[in-house]
Each structure stands twice: as C-alpha cells, then as structure tokens.
Nanobody, 114 residues
Framework: QVQLVESGGGLVQAGGSLRLSCTASRIIFSINTMGWYRQAPGKQRELVADISSSGSTNYADSVKGRFTISRDNAKKTVYLQINSLKPEDTDVYYC????????WGQGNQVTVSS
C-alpha cells in the first residue's frame, strides 16, 4: 500500500517560517501530482498548493507569495515552505497524492501564535 509520511509541523509566532515534508513509499512518485491541503477545526479540507509531474504549481490565493511547494523525485518527497505565517494559517496540514485513488499523509499540526 502507498504510504505518505509527513513531518515539520509545530508552534510558530506570526511572521515565522516552517518547512513541511512528505515522503512517499511503494509508488512511482515522479509521475504523480502532489498537493498540500489544510483543515481547521469545524471546516472542510482545502487545497493549499499542488505540483504536477512536470513541475507546474498552483496555489490558493491566500498563500500566494508566502508558501512554496517543491518536489524531489529522487527522495520521493514533496515540501511546503511556509513563510510569513499568519494566525489564520493555523490548521492541520495534509499531503496528498493523486493517482487512480487518493492517498493522504497523517497530518501535521501548524499553530501560529500572535
């Protein structure tokens, strides 16, 4: 079974930075689109950013200019560099791999204090 293992969450003051990582196993990573989603309590899971096999990226309007998604196919890892954090960025962040079905990481809590 495909596995996605996340790391990098934590508690950060507003204006700070984090880098989230998600490493896949048991899959041909390079051909798949990878994404990062976030979910706050009581809200739906929402797309933050994704990156295609060709390197094309998409970002939610709320994170453009602050978040950067990248991938390292040799390491089967996708990253989310998060800069200029705001309290409203406080969420659980999930990585996602889309193939014939969807696979999800276990979630990373990101908490931004004012």
């Amino acid at each position: 079974q495909v596995q996605l293992v996340e790391s990098g969450g934590g508690l950060v003051q507003a204006g700070g930075s984090l880098r989230l990582s998600c490493t896949a196993s048991r899959i041909i990573f390079s051909i798949n689109t990878m994404g990062w989603y976030r979910q706050a309590p009581g809200k739906q899971r929402e797309l933050v950013a994704d990156i295609s096999s060709s390197g094309s990226t998409n970002y939610a309007d709320s994170v453009k200019g602050r978040f950067t998604i990248s991938r390292d196919n040799a390491k089967k890892t996708v990253y989310l560099q998060i800069n200029s954090l705001k309290p409203e960025d406080t969420d659980v962040y999930y990585c996602n791999l889309e193939t014939r079905t969807s696979y999800w990481g276990q979630g990373n809590q990101v908490t931004v204090s004012s």
